[in-house]
Nanobody
Framework: QVRLVESGGGLVQPGGSLRLSCAAS????????MRWYRQAPGKERELVAG???????NYADSVKGRFTISRDNTENTVYLQMNSLKPEDTAVYYC?????????????WGQGTQITVSS
């Protein structure tokens, strides 16, 4: 059974930094794209950043220059380094992976981790 387990959330002051991690485990043959999404109270879930197996990245305009997504393919892990955090970054952050396990492709989500940016 495939699982995505996130870690690294918490409370941080404006201007601070946090690093999120998400590890995929289980009978995984190959992980394709990995992404971070977030959902603030009363808002729809939005894409924050994505990274392909080859390392190509994309970012939401609101986080460009502040957030960096990276991954370790040997560990099936994706990271999100968040710098210069703002109160509007407060949300539950979710990890997503498109991967192949047991011969079929599927989409998987982590349980979510809360990020609160407040003084």
């Amino acid at each position: 059974q495939v699982r995505l387990v996130e870690s690294g959330g918490g409370l941080v002051q404006p201007g601070g930094s946090l690093r999120l991690s998400c590890a995929a485990s289980g009978s995984i043959f190959k992980v394709s794209v990995m992404r971070w999404y977030r959902q603030a109270p009363g808002k729809e879930r939005e894409l924050v950043a994505g990274i392909t197996n080859g390392g190509s990245t994309n970012y939401a305009d609101s986080v460009k220059g502040r957030f960096t997504i990276s991954r370790d393919n040997t560990e099936n892990t994706v990271y999100l380094q968040m710098n210069s955090l703002k109160p509007e970054d407060t949300a539950v952050y979710y990890c997503y992976a498109n991967l192949i396990d047991h011969g079929s492709t599927g989409n998987y989500w982590g349980q979510g981790t809360q990020i609160t940016v407040s003084s």
